[in-house]
């Protein structure tokens, strides 16, 4: 029988925090670095939480070397060929340089149907001590997933394993308790994804943070909340619905150190007359950078030779305009970040969603002069 939850479901754009009487006087005040201790992962990490995602644009080097400075974290794609000397150079160096000081803030990625013996022999490899692996399918919720998590733990039980994706809390418990350290989630909310257009499938992301992050907690574990954050607020917003980590694809698409090449365009703006009476048109040029789904026809095409006949594409390609260097991105979600943190008193970012109250709201942002 067809059932219904009709409870109330949530996206970020559906809330707005309570501010709060606080003793924080400053932002500065805020601290948004967390001491993350986990449940199989031996070592703890000191880190913001925020992830680039595992998608080509990316899940790259360069951002890599941006975001550590920042304590945060890049899941690498996995196109990434490591048998060739220059990408294992730079993980190995990657992982010498961090490991001796602080934390390497770099997972790499595989999915089910991936070469897993490259995988296993990167962990497996002594010289370099990789130790993060994020592994990622569409529909976390298929039986061989479970498998491979605990195939993993059981093969490898030092390695931080972040697992996904899921909305509901019954498989974030399932995915922990088979040996997952951080369980990521989200279904369609991605800003290049169509799974819900495609699949009518799907959970609005607030409330799929909310869920699953109490049910990761009472289990020890973690989730990250992975997908559909616009800008710092809806940052803040998912760590105040409990998130550990908030994953950002489109958030850090369209920057220098993403893949791809920017894109010049001209765009004709305004008519003006000039005094003999002639019209011209104004033209301006607009930068872009391309920001495709992993899942969508060109990333089949570019990764992995074509698209197969019993698949449809998920995802859709779209330019984004140019924003500089990622660098910009992640100041500004920090310091967004701090902003919130001051606003409803909590001091470390653990506190934030103790210190959280939503309101409900029916229309977010005031854009009485437009959006921007
Ligand atoms: P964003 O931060 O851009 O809103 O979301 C990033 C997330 O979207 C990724 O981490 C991944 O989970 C999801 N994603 C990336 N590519 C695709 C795709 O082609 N299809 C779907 N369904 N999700 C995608």
Redesign the pocket.
């Known amino acids: 029988m067809t059932r219904i939850r009709d409870s109330i479901e949530l996206d970020f754009c559906d809330v707005l925090f309570k501010p709060k009487r606080t003793t924080l006087n400053s932002r500065q005040e805020a601290n948004v670095i967390r001491e993350y201790k986990f449940k199989y992962y031996p070592k703890n990490l000191m880190s913001c939480g925020v992830m680039a995602?595992?998608?080509a644009t990316t899940g790259t080097f360069e951002i890599n070397n941006v975001l550590q400075k920042y304590q945060a974290i890049t899941c690498l794609h996995k196109h990434y060929d490591f048998n060739a000397p220059e990408n294992l150079k730079y993980i190995a160096e990657n992982y010498d340089k961090k490991e001796s000081a602080h934390n390497a803030y770099t997972f790499i990625s595989t999915g089910l149907k991936d070469d897993k013996e490259q995988v296993f022999s990167l962990l497996e490899n002594k010289n370099f001590k990789i130790d993060k692996l994020c592994i990622?399918i569409?529909n976390g919720y298929i039986p061989k997933l479970i498998d491979f998590v605990k195939e993993v733990r059981d093969k490898f039980p030092d390695v931080l394993i972040m697992v996904?994706?899921i909305v509901t809390g019954d498989m974030t418990q399932d995915l922990i308790l088979s040996g997952a350290d951080i369980v990521?989630v989200?279904?369609?909310?991605?800003?290049?994804?169509?799974?819900r257009k495609l699949t009518g499938v799907g959970r609005p992301q607030l409330s799929a943070i909310l869920e699953c992050a109490d049910a990761a907690h009472g289990v020890d574990g973690f989730i990250c909340a992975?997908?559909?954050?616009?800008c710092a607020g809806d940052v803040a917003k998912a760590y105040g619905a409990g998130a550990d980590f908030v994953?950002?694809?489109?958030?850090f698409?369209g920057t220098d150190e993403a893949a791809g090449d920017i894109i010049e365009k001209v765009i004709e703006t305004n008519e003006v007359i000039n005094k003999a009476g002639e019209v011209h048109l104004l033209q301006k040029k607009e930068k872009y950078k391309q920001f495709?789904?992993?899942?969508?026809q060109l990333?089949q095409e570019k990764h992995f030779g074509g698209m197969a006949c019993y698949r449809a594409?998920?995802?859709?390609v779209v330019e984004v305009p140019y924003k500089g260097s990622v660098e910009n991105v992640i100041q500004e979600i920090l310091g967004g970040l701090r902003s919130t943190m001051a606003y409803i008193g909590a001091r470390r970012l653990k506190d934030i969603p103790k210190c959280t109250t939503f309101y409900r709201v029916n229309r977010q942002l005031n854009e009485i002069f437009g959006k921007s």
């Open positions: 995602a595992n998608m990622d569409a996904g994706n990521k989200g279904i369609g909310p991605g800003s290049v994804c169509t799974t992975d997908g559909g954050c616009t994953m950002l694809g489109g958030m698409a495709y789904g992993m899942s969508s990333a594409s998920e995802g859709k």
